[in-house]
């Protein structure tokens, strides 16, 4: 069965770009534009992955794991990867206390790269 991935991105090129990326690698994908609509997603649970991107309309990645740490859904999801071109520590500090796993500086990334940093969280999430 394919491992599916929730991408909260409101960037459409960028969203577009990692959707065809990931559904060339056989991932099935569900697409969020916004914070509202990513956290009902993540409020849903079972992905596999979430990528989660940091500056989003209506509520931040931030306050979206803040609501989720609150209330987690009652299907779990695997890593939430934080999608960001801020580098500042306190943000991915605070990220990560709120239980994110990882992050990718989308603007140094080539999607090669964001799709072998894919691979590597889903590897460790099902091993």
């Known amino acids: 069965m394919a491992q599916s991935i929730l991408l909260v991105e409101d960037d459409e090129f960028l969203r577009q770009l990692y959707d065809e990326l990931l559904k060339g690698e056989g991932y099935n994908v569900t697409l969020a534009a916004d914070g509202q609509?990513?956290?009902?997603?993540?409020?849903?649970?079972?992905?596999?992955?979430?990528?989660?991107?940091?500056?989003?309309?209506?509520?931040?990645?931030?306050e979206i794991l803040r609501h989720i740490k609150e209330k987690p859904p009652a299907t779990k999801s695997g890593p939430i990867v934080l999608?960001?071109?801020?580098?500042q520590d306190s943000i991915i500090k605070e990220g990560f206390a709120l239980g994110a796993s990882g992050y990718l500086i989308k603007s140094a990334m080539n999607p090669d790269q964001v799709l072998s940093e894919v691979k590597v969280f889903l590897s460790k999430s099902s091993g």
């Open 37 to 62: 609509i990513g956290l009902e997603k993540m409020q849903q649970g079972g992905f596999d992955l979430i990528l989660l991107d940091i500056m989003l309309p209506k509520m931040d990645g931030l």
């Open 83 to 87: 999608l960001t071109n801020l580098g």
